[in-house]
């Protein structure tokens, strides 16, 4: 929200309030967000049969292609931050690929780093869908120790305090979080689709 809110001139409360539907975009704005997103504005104000995404030089793409800009880095091991700033570089993926949401449901993050090889190679590039929870077992990209955060397998058992983000490479070891750790911890969005260079 504040690297969007930045881009878009705008605050990260600003942002805030549109994502809960407290406050509606002014018509600039929505502009804005549409550029920002690579879609059309009819497309984000819902209308019927503007799912068309725009390319960001304003042509149109393909019915069947959305873009996206990589917006940042995740760390596939420990002790890093979730660095949110516009690499330049943009992601075309098939529209099937969101099963039906809006784009602006969903971050594409670039992996550093290989505490999840072989499932994730440093450089892969992930599909993450915004949520604050997810069922035990899923890749996830989680935010811990307030300000760290890193994409692993995240397993926690229905009604205890503790839950365990674990790499796929069996070199690197298992982070356990529990008690008070927890209010530090929370899910950033579950990745969904791998999208590697061959």
């Known amino acids: 929200m504040k690297q969007l809110g930045k881009d878009i001139g705008v605050s ?5 309030l549109y994502e809960t539907g407290q406050r509606d975009p002014d018509n600039a704005t929505v502009i804005k967000l549409a550029d920002y997103f690579g879609v059309t504005v009819d497309y984000l104000l819902g209308r019927s049969g503007a799912s068309s995404p ?5 042509s149109y793409t393909p019915d069947a292609l959305v873009q996206f ?5 995740i760390k596939a091991g420990y002790d890093g931050q979730v660095e949110e700033f516009g690499t330049g570089e943009y992601i075309t993926l098939p529209i099937e690929m969101l099963n039906g949401r809006p784009a602006g449901d969903y971050l594409v ?23 604050d929870s997810v069922d035990s077992g899923t890749t996830a990209v989680i935010s811990y120790n307030g300000d760290e955060a890193t994409i692993k397998k995240v397993v926690y058992k229905e009604g205890e305090d503790w839950l365990d983000l674990i790499p796929a490479n069996p070199e690197y070891e298992t982070k ?9 911890c929370h899910v950033i969005g ?9």
């Open 12 to 16: 990260e409360s600003t942002i805030s």
């Open 54 to 58: 725009v390319m960001m030089s304003s």
């Open 69 to 73: 800009p990589v917006i940042g880095s």
């Open 109 to 131: 993050f670039q992996v550093r780093g290989n505490s999840m090889y072989p499932k994730l190679l440093d450089g892969d590039k992930v599909l993450v869908l915004r949520t």
């Open 176 to 184: 356990h979080i529990s008690g008070s750790d927890l209010e530090f």
């Open 190 to 198: 579950k990745a969904v689709k791998l999208i590697r260079d061959i």
